[in-house]
């Protein structure tokens, strides 16, 4: 079973910058492509950022710019990079890991990220 746990969470005043990780259980990220999804409450989970085993990346709009994802393979974790952070990025985070081949898929459990001044 594959296991994600988020950490790097917190409190940021608008304009500063974060980083998220997601520790994996593993070297999956050779077969998995790994995903950053939010959500804020009452709103739908939404796809932030997604890095693909070839290492290309794509961003949602709002964050274009702003957010970077990243891989290590050595330490097995995936990061997300976030940057010029403003209050509507407010949400609970969340990896997300699809396996290429069969599109089996697991989730972390979240890390809340808040910002406000």
């Known amino acids: 079973q594959v296991q994600l746990v988020e950490s790097g969470g917190g409190l940021v005043q608008p304009g500063g910058s974060l980083r998220l990780s997601c520790a994996t259980s593993?070297?999956?990220?050779?077969?998995?492509?790994m995903d950053w999804y939010r959500q804020a409450p009452g709103k739908q989970r939404d796809l932030v950022a997604r890095?693909?085993?070839?290492?290309?990346?794509q961003y949602a709009d709002s964050v274009k710019g702003r957010f970077t994802i990243s891989r290590d393979n050595g330490k097995n974790t995936v990061y997300l990079q976030m940057n010029s952070l403003k209050p509507e990025d407010t949400a609970v985070y969340y990896c997300h890991a699809e396996m290429v081949i069969t599109k089996r898929n697991f989730w972390g459990q979240g890390t809340q990220v808040t910002v406000s001044s």
């Open positions: 593993g070297s999956i990220l050779s077969i998995y492509t």
């Open positions: 890095i693909t085993t070839g290492g290309v990346t």
